[in-house]
């Protein structure tokens, strides 16, 4: 019997323990859980305080000007309304590119109004437009408030192709560029002038086709002519095509070019850098014919008694090889000079080339302290 007790009573007192302890979690555990509505509660009330602190997003203001001709000035104001119990302070306006802002209200009393004036130039602009500008208040936590014109721009010239021309071409030789100039603004058009801004190009026009259809308009040849006499080096220019269109902006077509003579060269502009120890660190310009034959560089030309130089020649005298020198005590500021390199080529007797002398930093040229 006792054998029997002790094999049912065992059992019996844990399975008892068992339940107790299993009780006792559940209901720790239902005590500790937090109730959905009391969270929600909180929450929404922590957002709303939230909200009170911080105003609504600004939705941004937006202009539209529609479909206009390029050089078109664009000129609008922008109402600003405050519908809040506190003034509004406008810190700045930040410009957008190719925008203008040449006034707005700093002040916007309660339940009044402020402006700000957007203003933007047409006259190199063509597609679909986008310009914008932010107003920056000085209210804690307010996000600035987008202001934007948005619009199509249509040119009033039209020159094909439309890409600005880039060359590289020798010194002496003569390049010729064809374009058709047409307007969807003036069918019979008329082209007054032609300008540039360098001697060294040349241009010419005639009508090829004139206003024969309701579709149709005048079309114009125009020739632009590199002349053989350009100087050696980087030519940059802006053809401009003046015509009778009423407020029209002129078609630009931009040049840019490199015209290389016999002798090749490089870098084309010098720097003289200090070192740790304050001097100047040397530079080193190399030059070659591309005809393959021999040339001498028979002196140098500075504005600068410091600058010294060291020329060695190389492939049988087909190239020469320059070393400079920076002699001069270490400057204070910024320095540029220029140095010509006298040849004995035809085309190229004097080679012109700047240099920047850069100035010695705080902490250079002096000696190391001793510990």
């Not at 339940?19 to 509505?37: I, R």
């Not at 005048?218 to 020739?223: I, Q």
């Not at 350009?230 to 840019?256: A, M, N, Q, W």
């Amino acid at each position: 019997m006792n054998y029997k007790c002790h094999f049912f009573v065992k059992p019996l007192i844990a399975w008892i323990i068992f339940f107790f302890f299993t009780l006792g979690v559940v209901s720790c555990e239902t005590m500790s859980t937090p109730d959905p509505a009391q969270d929600h509660e909180k929450t929404s009330q922590a957002s709303t305080s939230a909200q009170d602190k911080v105003p609504p997003t600004q939705i941004p203001l937006i202009h539209d000007i529609g479909t206009i001709w390029n050089g078109t000035f664009v000129r609008h104001v922008f109402v600003l309304e405050n519908n809040d119990t506190k003034p509004w302070e406008i810190r700045n306006v930040i410009e957008g590119q190719g925008v203008r802002i040449p006034r707005f209200n700093r002040l916007i009393p309660p339940g009044g109004k402020g402006e700000v004036v957007f203003e933007v130039s047409t006259r190199r602009l063509k597609g679909k437009i986008r310009k914008t500008a932010q107003v920056h208040f000085k209210i804690p936590r307010r996000p600035p408030l987008d202001l934007m014109v948005t619009g199509e721009v249509r040119t009033s010239v039209v020159v094909a192709p439309e890409k600005a021309v880039r060359f590289k071409t020798d010194k002496g030789k003569t390049l010729t560029w064809h374009f058709l100039v047409t307007s969807p603004r003036k069918k019979d058009f008329t082209i007054q002038e032609i300008k540039t801004f360098t001697p060294h190009l040349k241009s010419r026009f005639h009508l090829l086709k004139g206003s024969d259809g309701k579709d149709s308009g005048h079309v114009y040849d125009l020739t632009v002519t590199l002349t053989p006499d350009t100087p050696i080096g980087r030519l940059r220019d802006l053809v401009k095509i003046h015509t009778d269109i009423p407020d029209g902006y002129p078609g630009e077509i931009p040049f840019s070019g490199m015209i290389q003579g016999t002798i090749i060269y490089s870098p084309r502009h010098i720097k003289f850098a200090v070192l740790e120890d304050g001097t100047y660190s040397p530079a080193r310009i190399s030059l070659s014919n591309r005809r393959g034959t021999p040339f001498t560089v028979i002196g140098m030309e500075t504005d600068s008694p410091d600058v010294q130089w060291k020329v060695t020649p190389f492939q049988d005298g087909r190239a020469q090889v320059i070393d400079l020198f920076w002699t001069g005590e270490p400057k204070e500021k910024l320095q540029n000079g220029k140095l010509v390199l006298l040849t004995d080529v035809v085309d190229q007797e004097r080679i012109k080339v700047p240099y920047v002398v850069f100035p010695r930093l705080e902490c250079q040229g002096k000696a190391p302290v001793k510990k």
